[in-house]
């Protein structure tokens, strides 16, 4: 199977690129490096075919997808805040960009297109668990950007007749997540801020709740989508399970054998209080399930981080 990877070069695309060559896929990535890390791509540069572009560049979009069969659509600029910061820049990647590589893919003829879309669509509705058939309520131009994404990507299979599915991530987070960004994700920042004997920070008063997914659970989703049939579904990747910030801390502290409290701030605008994934769609249309709860997770993330992390 002949397989494309945007954003391949990030986080959760360098894992999927990982898997997909592990059962024999031959891949291509395209990335411009915006948000992801060239050492993600260094490390299987001679087991793919790279391109460097923009997904919103016609040509490199056209190139991409040339002979492809399946595209793991993976690339955007992620990030509440940042959105908060430059909703300018994350509408052109995640809304102009997707709309591109959706474009290049019917012309193509691809037969399936998987979309990275986001648990931010719920916003701050009260009702937990999450399920897909609530009405979305996004509150940054990050959720919104990548609730457009889903509808283009639905609209898209239905019109021009190949399949889609979105598939709406929770809190993903394992190792090779950066930590050193100011948007870097919880997890991340938690365990190398312990690590390093520092106090980790929340913003807020830590009670929020968050479901957390360890990015194995996330790469089968995706391997799993691309074999179903699916027809534009929108579906939760999840484990079904949430935990408080406050609680998180206290588990990586167990963990790590110390006792560091956190230092609180701020809330921070458009993020949302409390998030709870209902993964039974994800369970019947795709044989999804969880491979790894929070604490098996993050055990896997603390080992790679005591490895990996600036401060080891």
């Given amino acids: 199977m002949k397989v494309l990877v945007t954003g391949g070069a990030g986080f959760i695309g360098g894992h999927l690129v990982d898997a997909l060559l592990a059962q024999g896929a031959t891949v291509r990535v395209i990335d411009n490096f915006a948000t992801g890390r060239r050492e993600n791509i260094d490390r299987v540069r001679g087991r793919i075919e790279f391109i460097e572009g923009d997904i919103c560049d016609p040509a490199a979009?056209?190139?991409?997808?040339?002979?492809?069969?399946?595209?793991?659509?993976?690339?955007?600029?992620?990030?509440?805040?940042?959105?908060?910061?430059?909703?300018?820049?994350?509408?052109?990647?995640?809304?102009?960009?997707?709309?591109?590589?959706?474009?290049?893919?019917?012309?193509?003829?691809?037969?399936k297109f998987v979309y990275a879309a986001s648990s931010s669509a719920y916003g701050d509705t009260p009702t937990l668990p999450k399920i897909e058939t609530m009405t979305p309520r996004p509150m940054s131009p990050y959720a919104i950007s990548k609730l457009a994404g889903e509808h283009y990507v639905s609209v898209f299979g239905r019109l021009y007749g190949f399949e889609t599915v979105s598939l709406r991530y929770f809190n993903v987070f394992g190792p090779r997540q950066d930590p050193r960004s100011e948007y870097?994700?919880?997890?991340?920042?938690?365990?190398?801020?312990?690590?390093?004997?520092?106090?980790?920070?929340?913003?807020?008063?830590?009670?929020?709740?968050?479901?957390?997914?360890?990015?194995?659970?996330?790469?089968?989703?995706?391997?799993?989508?691309?074999?179903?049939?699916?027809?534009?579904?929108?579906?939760?990747?999840?484990?079904?399970?949430?935990?408080?910030?406050?609680?998180?801390?206290?588990?990586?502290?167990?963990?790590?054998?110390?006792?560091?409290?956190?230092?609180?701030?701020?809330?921070?605008?458009?993020?949302?209080r409390d998030s709870l994934a209902d993964i039974g769609a994800a369970q019947r249309l795709l044989g999804y399930e969880v491979?790894?709860?929070?604490?098996?997770?993050?055990?896997?993330?603390i080992d790679w981080y005591r490895a990996n992390s600036p401060a080891a």
């Fill in 291 to 301: 491979l790894f709860d929070l604490r098996a997770g993050l055990r896997k993330a």
């Fill in 184 to 272: 870097a994700a919880v997890i991340p920042r938690f365990v190398t801020d312990i690590l390093a004997g520092r106090r980790p920070s929340i913003f807020g008063d830590g009670e929020q709740t968050r479901d957390f997914c360890f990015i194995e659970n996330v790469v089968s989703a995706n391997m799993l989508a691309a074999k179903a049939t699916t027809r534009g579904e929108v579906v939760n990747i999840a484990c079904g399970a949430r935990v408080s910030l406050n609680a998180l801390i206290a588990i990586v502290n167990e963990e790590l054998g110390t006792d560091l409290e956190a230092v609180h701030g701020p809330g921070r605008p458009g993020d949302v």
């Fill in 61 to 111: 979009s056209e190139a991409a997808v040339h002979g492809v069969e399946v595209v793991f659509h993976e690339a955007a600029i992620p990030s509440v805040a940042r959105s908060v910061a430059d909703p300018v820049a994350s509408n052109r990647a995640n809304v102009g960009g997707t709309v591109q590589m959706l474009d290049a893919a019917r012309k193509a003829g691809v037969r």
